[in-house]
């Protein structure tokens, strides 16, 4: 079975762009959730989707944005990019609707904002 | 709230000698609990998870954890590390009770693990 796949892996922008990630999540998994990584902060929850609904934002501005496909793949944009944006953004799915099942990760989109 | 705390950010340890990543967590209602451990330019593994039941968790590589309670504390233990669990390792918490965040995780900042031959 195919694990979470991320694409791309790595991105090189420019302050004031904007950016679309793709996420593929294991075949079956309704659930996919984005999470910012940086050394400073450890990973922030951004959001999740379940069955193309939005779920759950955490504290990130309007700029970051997502959605979720019919067939579960999900994407994310951030507009007018910052410098502070630098960061792995990391995707994972679970096939739980809710409760204690484990998340499964990609291995992550390295975003360079320059 | 939800939030967990890792107090120590590195923890070196000597190939064969037991180790111990420690975890506190913070939650309203009851924890769901996990551990994950990250390689370099990598995502993040799941190793083990505490749901409800036995309060000692065993998981991959031979790492195990222990919920305790009254302590708030879920610390990542294996009795004889290796120089290849040498990676961050991240404790990660869901309050069971919260209906909103069904698949929400709060990580704590990581610790780098180092095994020194």
């Known amino acids: 079975k195919a694990g979470v796949t991320q694409t791309p892996r790595y991105l090189i922008k420019t302050r004031g762009q904007q950016v679309t990630l793709s996420c593929s999540p294991i075949?079956?998994?309704?659930?996919v959730s984005w999470y910012q990584q940086t050394p400073g902060q450890g990973l922030q929850f951004l959001f999740e989707?379940?069955?193309?609904?939005?779920?759950n934002k955490g504290n990130f501005p309007g700029r970051f944005s997502g959605r979720q496909f019919s067939n579960s793949r999900s994407e994310m944009n951030v507009s007018t990019l910052e410098l502070g944006d630098s960061a792995l953004y990391l995707c994972a799915s679970t096939h739980l609707a809710a409760g204690g099942g484990e998340l499964f990760f990609g291995s992550g989109t390295q975003l360079s904002v320059l | 709230a939800q939030s967990v705390a890792q107090p120590e950010d590195q923890v070196n340890v000597a190939e064969g000698n037991p180790l111990t990543v420690k975890c506190t967590y913070s939650?309203?209602?009851?924890?769901?609990l996990f551990w994950y451990v990250q390689y370099p330019n990598r995502g993040l593994q799941f190793l083990l998870k505490?749901?409800?039941?036995?309060?000692l968790v065993k998981g991959s590589y031979g790492f195990e954890a222990e919920f305790n309670k009254s302590q708030t504390s879920f610390h990542l233990k294996k009795p004889s590390a290796l120089v290849s669990d040498s990676a961050l390792y991240f404790c990660a918490v869901r309050d069971m009770d919260d209906p909103v965040g069904a698949n929400n995780l709060f990580f704590g900042t990581g610790t780098r693990l180092t095994v020194i031959p």
């Open positions: 505490y749901i409800t039941g036995d309060n």
């Open positions: 989707y379940f069955s193309e609904t939005q779920r």
């Open positions: 939650v309203s209602g009851n924890p769901y």
């Open positions: 075949s079956g998994h309704r659930s």
